[in-house]
């Protein structure tokens, strides 16, 4: 099994565990989010499954995206190896509060980073032109090599009375360091690529895209230290940020507004919803970053829902809308690429089923809106009985995935007999009616 | 040696009826040529001389996976040739940086090659001039039609 196919499927299986977990103890998002079993799901979510997967993605798209090859794939094994035993370790270690092998699961996981940020600033230096989307990409890494050393820095100030800063301030400047650095900015830029390419479009305005990764950096920079020191500042920062989307959402509207091809699929507008959250999300983050916000338990509770909206909300409908682009097309490459040209082959979009997609979406949504309530009222029965829609809707695209993985299975194999039973067509075909 | 020459993208944008030889080298940027498998195993076998519809015919079997339609309703072939036993096609894509860049080149030289009397197929991949919906046919062009008819590079 390819690289990215493994990453994806860790990821798919931790996303899985999670759902299952906020299931059994909805308390996690129910109550303050400062102790041991939230971030014990917060890493085995962010780890697990959007690191993961995203992992997989950067391993299949850099090259592609940026049109050089992965500098080395077996590094990327021993990433995959590293990252493995080190998130889990550091969740199970988490559950049960020892922050010492945290540390020691930790350093393992920052190993398998290192690997992973050193092959691919490698496969950076060998592109020859710089475009927004290599920036974007190079700034997450950077973003991804600074979390990991902020998170290592917490483990050991929590083993060590050393550090300075408050540890619920320490926490949060870790946190936005890697949901805004590494999956904000990864969303951000490589829709730059993406999203022309499915709806058959051009980036617009490269200068409009530039500034939007500059002022994510710049206002990243700004927060983490502000949010550290616990500064007001913070919102200013916040809002630098917040114009740094604001023009990535304008981009991608003037990008649709002229695409060439008329209708946009659900991979595409899950992507796009993911976007939208933007907006609400950028509500709360000014809200929560106003001076002199009293620590209520509404406040406090919206925090969470902060943290659920941006991690759940954006990166998990973005991962969702891409996985129906990136598992199919991985499937696609290992089964079918061989046959085309001397065989009907099916499309990419004839892999899964649409309307599970198309199901999994609403459902997906609804369990969103009502979690978030739910945990904004801190009612645990609520938290739960939610969850089982989101538990529908990933279970809907999990279904989606296996029936695309089962594409590889040699019992789909078609045999040259039946090849000939179906000789290529020397008509005007579009697509296949049904898929093979 | 027999040569015919037909291309849609120059019929439809220059007018010319001859692809200049050093096209694929200034404009491509990447080409490559295979040669066939045995003649015994492939699916066609033909006695008439090879033509050009013969060759748009074989391009038609191939589909872009992502849009559901063959190469040459999208527009994408901009050209074929060929000489004797050899077939030339010019092809771009898309986008550049397209995934599936090196799965339908492949298709492509694997669809010349499975007509007889082809030996050799060539694929020349250009990106210049990028391709644009009004390549597709029309009957494509209505499916996929997107918000814009004409290409747009600033707002």
């Known amino acids: 099994m390819g690289l990215p196919l493994r990453f994806v499927i860790m990821g798919l299986v931790s996303l899985l565990a999670t759902v299952v977990l906020l299931f059994l103890r909805p308390d996690v998002l129910s109550t303050y989010h400062y102790n041991q079993h939230v971030i014990a799901v917060s890493h085995l979510f962010v780890l697990g499954f959007i690191l993961s997967v995203v992992s997989g993605a950067l391993y299949q798209l850099v090259p592609v995206a940026l049109e050089t090859t992965l500098f080395s794939e077996r590094l990327g094994r021993w990433h995959f190896g590293s990252h493995l035993i080190g998130f889990v370790g550091m969740v199970w270690m988490f559950w049960i509060w020892d922050m010492k092998q945290v540390g020691h699961f930790g350093s393992i996981l920052a190993f398998g980073t290192g690997l992973f940020v050193y092959n691919l600033a490698k496969t950076l230096r060998t592109i020859s032109r710089w475009d927004v989307v290599a920036i974007a990409v190079a700034s997450s890494l950077v973003w991804l090599s600074l979390t990991v050393l ?47 390419m499915f709806v058959l479009g051009d980036l617009q305005s490269h200068a409009r895209a530039i500034a939007s990764v500059a002022l994510l950096n710049i206002g990243l920079a700004g927060l983490f230290v502000t949010v550290l020191i616990e500064h007001p500042w913070k919102l200013g920062f916040a809002l630098v940020i917040i114009v740094g989307l604001a023009l990535h959402g304008l981009e991608l509207r003037v990008i649709l507004a002229r695409r060439r091809r008329r209708a946009i699929d659900w991979s595409v507008r899950s992507f796009l919803t993911a976007i939208a959250l933007f907006s609400p999300l950028s509500v709360l983050a000014v809200v929560l970053c106003w001076p002199g916000l009293p620590a209520t338990m509404l406040t406090t509770q919206l925090e969470t ?14 991962i969702i809308g891409m996985l129906h682009k990136i598992v199919p097309f991985l499937v696609w490459i290992r089964r079918y690429s061989p046959d085309i040209g001397q065989r009907p082959v099916p499309t990419l979009a004839q892999l899964y089923s649409e309307r599970l997609q198309i199901v999994a979406y609403w459902l997906f949504l609804a369990g969103l809106l009502s979690v978030s309530l739910a945990t904004a009222l801190a009612h645990a029965g609520a938290v739960r009985w939610s969850m089982c829609l989101l538990a529908a809707s990933l279970a809907l695209v999990t279904i989606n995935m296996v029936r695309t ?9 078609p045999t040259p007999r039946q090849a000939l039973d179906h000789p290529v067509p020397r008509v005007h075909n579009t697509a296949l009616s049904s898929s093979s | 040696m027999l040569r015919l020459f037909h291309s849609h993208f120059l019929n439809m944008f220059h007018r010319r009826k001859v692809l200049p030889e050093h096209m694929p080298e200034s404009m491509g940027l990447r080409s490559g040529t295979i040669t ?14 090879l033509t050009l519809d013969h060759v748009d015919a074989a391009l038609r079997t191939v589909i872009d996976p992502e849009l559901g339609y063959n190469l040459v309703d999208l527009g994408l072939i901009y050209g ?16 550049r940086g397209c995934p599936l860049h090196e799965s339908l080149i492949h298709g492509v030289r694997r669809a010349l090659l499975n007509l007889e009397p082809v030996d050799e197929a060539e694929v020349q991949l250009v990106w210049d001039p990028p391709w644009h919906p009004s390549l597709m046919s029309p009957a494509v062009a209505a499916q996929i039609g997107g918000a814009c008819a004409k290409p747009l590079h600033s707002v």
Do not use: N
């Open chain 1, 405 to 413: 993985l089962s594409h590889l299975l040699p019992s789909r194999q």
């Open chain 1, 150 to 196: 902020a998170g290592l820095y917490l483990a050991a100030a929590k083993c060590w009375t050393f550090s300075p800063f408050y540890p619920i301030a320490a926490m949060h400047a870790h946190a936005h360091l890697g949901a805004i650095g590494v999956f904000v900015m990864l969303i951000v830029g490589l829709s730059y690529r993406l999203i022309p």
């Open chain 2, 36 to 49: 066939a498998d045995p003649p015994a195993e492939r699916e066609t076998a033909r006695t008439s001389p």
């Open chain 2, 80 to 95: 074929m040739e060929v000489r004797g036993s050899k077939v030339i096609v010019h092809m771009t894509l898309t986008t």
């Open chain 1, 305 to 318: 829902v902060y943290g659920f909206l941006g991690l759940f909300g954006v990166v998990t409908l973005a």
